[in-house]
């Protein structure tokens, strides 16, 4: 992690249910890390007001949207794929074993095949794909 204010809050949140290199996988403007705090709050990340400002200018600081290279999904990582597309664990597994079963993509759209993939996710993050 880079150093900066807020680095100590967001490490501190951002462990406490999953690992930290999944929080760091996802680039996302503030707006967009604004939104998975606001997720995670609701899930029960129990966090002050000051320590979630200080994760959500840390993140948009040192993990900016604009410097997300786009996702290949033929060789994305399950937690790659769980960032990129707000997938659960359970759908990005299903990702990888179908991939591993059918072979590689030959679309973005048959990323939607997949069992519990959301259509409309891959839709709105179509841009940020690749094969």
């Given amino acids: 992690m880079p150093d900066g204010p807020g680095k100590a809050e967001t490490a501190k949140l951002c462990s406490t249910c999953h690992e ?4 760091f996988s996802l680039r996302q403007d503030r707006a ?6 606001d997720k995670m709050v609701q899930f029960g990340m129990a966090a002050t007001d000051d320590q979630i400002r200080l994760t959500i200018d840390y993140l948009s600081t040192h993990f900016p949207a604009d410097e997300e290279p786009k996702l290949n999904i033929n060789k994305a990582s399950a937690i790659e794929l769980e ?12 990702v990888i074993e ?14 939607k095949k997949v069992p519990g993939v959301d259509a409309a996710k891959v839709d709105a993050k179509r841009d940020r794909l690749s094969l």
């Fill in 98 to 111: 179908y991939r591993n079963k059918n072979g590689a993509f030959k679309s973005i759209d048959d990323l």
């Fill in 83 to 94: 960032s990129a597309l707000s997938l659960r664990r359970s759908v990005a597994a299903a």
């Fill in 32 to 37: 967009g890390w604004q939104t998975v705090v």
């Fill in 20 to 23: 930290i290199e999944r929080a």
